[in-house]
């Protein structure tokens, strides 16, 4: 049985990763190939339940440290009860940011610095990393437009920070792909849905 393969999709908010993820298991599946679609956080009975607690808080939230433990826990149970097992079948998993997304977000934007987050994700999840890290870019005038029409003036918590925080978590980002581009394929997402899948299917090749 061959082993299965861990594609995560990076980005800001906006960068259109959901829809890459459904076009790219629908693409691997034409191919024979046995998908799983994930996400985070979530993926798991426990993690979704982190996850309405981590983009639904009321009053003031959680703080940066809290947020980070909490995006740990979820990971850790979505490692264990669904990612490791699905590749050790050989099932491929596509999963909607991992913990690069915690990096940026909560060590970079944040301020906890990378350090801490890895450490964290050490503990929780055996430092598994994806075998590809598809990075979507789009420019931060083309993200405001596209928030505007998705979530017509409402967005989750974290979602919803300032402009700054954004540019710092699109930073970090960059600053990954650029520390680390075997596992990184930086894809620009501008452009058709299918003009962008088009560029993640040649990333994806190279796995093959």
């Not at 009321?58 to 097992?85: K, M, N, T, Y």
């Not at 997304?101 to 970079?108: F, H, L």
């Not at 710092?168 to 452009?191: C, H, L, M, N, Y």
């Amino acid at each position: 049985m061959n082993t299965g393969r861990f594609i995560a999709l990076e980005g800001g908010e906006g960068a259109g990763k959901s829809t890459q993820a459904k076009l790219l298991v629908e693409a691997l599946e034409a191919r024979g190939l046995k998908v799983v679609l994930t996400r985070e956080p979530g993926g798991t009975s426990g993690a979704e339940a982190i996850r309405e607690l981590l983009l639904t808080a009321e009053g003031e939230g959680w703080g940066a440290r809290a947020e980070a433990l909490l995006f740990a826990a979820a990971r850790s149970d979505h490692v264990e009860r669904l990612i490791r097992p699905a590749i050790k079948v050989g099932r491929w998993i596509v999963c909607d940011r991992f913990v690069d997304s915690s990096r940026a977000y909560q060590g970079g934007a944040g301020g906890l610095g990378d350090a801490d987050i890895r450490e964290l994700h050490r503990v929780g999840s055996e430092e598994l990393l994806p075998d590809l890290t598809l990075l979507i870019e789009v420019p931060a005038e083309q993200v405001a437009e596209r928030l505007a029409e998705r979530d017509a003036g409402i967005s989750d918590r974290i979602g919803g920070r300032d402009a700054n925080y954004h540019a710092k978590v699109a930073a970090s980002f960059s600053r990954f792909a650029d520390e680390e581009p075997q596992r990184f394929a930086r894809i620009d997402g501008t452009g058709t849905p299918e003009q962008i899948h088009q560029r993640v299917m040649q990333a994806v090749d190279r796995l093959a």
